[in-house]
């Protein structure tokens, strides 16, 4: 039978190597966050206006050499559920033999960048069939990795207001998905509002919408035309030579992956679980 000292002596042991284990775990947990992956999207769901460019942004850490990596970096594109690349860059050049259709004559990189680790993409004149999943994958002498980024496309426009006698109206153009309208006063009290939507062969909708109550001199209105992608916020002011306005756009999150880690013990596991928020 153990004494009570030999039973003390391997508890200790125990309970050392438990401790140095989990000080381990604390460490390289935390290493692995402090460094940043060797590529990454700074805008990793961007939205794409329908018949404009728009870039996706990839880049990837480089050297502190000062070398210039043009020549012997290699950078894919990709994008899911399509045959082929939508761009490749190797050898310091473009290599498109396998370039899929879809992409032919409207996708590029930045060779000039490539020394401060840009590995973006432009796309030429988007359209709803570009929306997807893509892959930005390098391989450079700093190191490899790949990152994606979600494209999403919509169609938006500004609205142009007139004046006629006291009805203010608002006209856009093109929006797509088929947006909602709101109006509110400078106190942002709610405003009734007529409201007009037609839609093209493509799909793309013009909005027509009037202040049902007469606009009043050097008030302020604010519309806001929106979809699940898009938002604009314009505001218009009254004068009595007519309407000044602005608009600005904001472009609404896609759902991420939001990581939980749960830590149990006796014997110790890390899980990990994700929710769509």
């Known amino acids: 039978m153990a004494s009570i000292g030999q039973v003390i002596f391997w508890g200790m042991i125990v309970l050392i190597f438990i401790v140095g284990g ?8 935390a290493f692995t966050r402090s460094q940043s992956p060797f590529v990454e999207s700074r805008d990793a769901s961007p939205v794409g206006n329908i018949g404009a460019d728009v870039q996706l942004d990839c880049s990837f850490r480089v050297s502190g050499t000062g070398s210039k990596p043009a020549g012997s970096v290699s950078i894919t594109w990709e994008k899911a559920g399509l045959s082929g690349v939508v761009f490749r860059y190797q050898n310091g050049a473009a290599q498109l033999q396998n370039q899929n259709p879809q992409f032919h004559d409207r996708a590029q990189i930045f060779p000039g960048g ?13 359209g709803p069939r570009d929306a ?14 790949s990152t994606s980024v979600h494209l999403r496309v919509a169609a938006y426009s500004p609205p142009s207001f007139t004046l006629s006698g006291r009805n203010l109206t608002a006209e856009a153009e093109r929006w797509f998905p088929e947006p909602s309208v709101a109006w509110t006063d400078q106190q942002g009290h709610a405003l009734n509002a007529s409201e007009l939507l037609s839609n093209n062969s493509a799909g793309i909708f013009r909005v027509v919408t009037t202040l ?6 050097d008030d302020t209105y604010t519309c806001l035309i929106r979809n699940h992608l898009v938002t604009s916020v ?3 002011t009254v004068t009595e030579s007519g309407v000044t306005s602005r608009t600005r756009f904001t472009f609404n999150p896609a759902p991420t992956l939001r990581p939980l880690h749960l830590a149990f013990t006796a014997p110790l596991h890390l899980w990990t679980c994700y929710l769509l928020t």
Not at 22 to 29: F, M
Request: glycine fraction near 10%; charged fraction near 5%; aromatic fraction near 4%.
């Open 212 to 217: 049902l109550d007469p606009a009043q001199s």
């Open 22 to 29: 989990l000080i381990i775990l604390i460490l390289s947990i």
């Open 132 to 145: 997807g999943e893509y892959r930005c994958s390098v391989s450079a002498p700093s190191g490899q990795g």
């Open 234 to 236: 314009s505001l218009a």
């Open 114 to 126: 490539l020394a401060a680790g840009n590995a973006s993409l432009l796309l030429w004149s988007v």
